[in-house]
């Protein structure tokens, strides 16, 4: 759409907050979720243009929950208001992924830890994200790792288990998005699973899974069988 369009132009079915109460709010992309919390865009941009300039300047949602409110008052299109529900709301998901063991998501399979991860089927480029879960199996944090066109080149083994060797976290599972196409694993998938099993291996660190999401849905590498031995 274009960027003086508001949002009140676009069709019922790609307004942020329509297709959340239709679809639930996992089904939005992050830059999604941020416009409905900006609400109003700028006389020059939508909001939703707005939250994705506001994502691509800080490098995703990790960069944007380290930024100071001195930072954000000098990006254009950012008011005192937004500021403030953007970092409440900012706040409150540092407060739920430091919440109590017992509050915190299970992951008993693969659909749970995909539920935690549909915005990646929407995102317009390649990401890489690693989920901490502790020693029960609930979620730590979710981390994004890399952003751009995923290929052995660029990938670190290091990157992916950082965290996870820093925080003594005991397993974890990948995810990755492609942004065109499906979800179904590539040649390369298979093999980068089988390189970051056999380097978990050696640090102690579990590989649970590795998920793949497409424009259409999402896969399992372990339910599909494919490169996990059980």
């Known amino acids: 759409m274009p960027d003086h369009l508001t949002i009140a132009d676009f069709p019922d079915d790609q307004r942020p907050r329509e297709r959340l109460l239709a679809n639930g709010a996992s089904a939005l992309s992050n830059a999604e979720l941020l416009a409905i919390l900006l609400r109003t865009g700028t006389p020059d941009e939508n909001v939703l243009r707005l939250a994705e300039r506001l994502l691509a300047h800080y490098n995703g949602l990790h960069g944007l929950a380290q930024a100071a409110p001195a930072d954000l008052q000098q990006f254009k299109g950012l008011g005192a208001a937004k500021i ?14 430091t919440a109590p063991p017992e509050q915190r998501p299970l992951i008993r399979s693969a659909a749970d830890a995909a539920h935690l991860l549909l915005d990646m089927s929407h995102l317009p480029q390649e990401h890489v994200r690693v989920m901490l879960l502790d020693s029960q199996r609930r979620v730590v944090t979710i981390s994004t790792v890399y952003i751009g066109t995923l290929n052995a080149t660029v990938l670190r083994v290091s990157e992916i288990f950082r965290e996870a060797v820093t925080r003594n976290i005991p397993a974890i599972i990948l995810a990755h998005n492609h942004p065109v196409g499906d979800a179904h694993p590539s040649p390369e998938d298979i093999d980068l699973t089988r390189t970051l099993i056999a380097a978990g291996q050696l640090l102690d660190i579990a590989v649970l899974d590795h998920l793949i999401f497409g424009q259409h849905g999402w896969s399992s590498l372990r339910e599909l069988g494919l490169a996990f031995k059980d």
């Open 84 to 97: 403030a529900q953007m970092l409440a709301a900012l706040e409150l998901g540092k407060r739920l992924m």
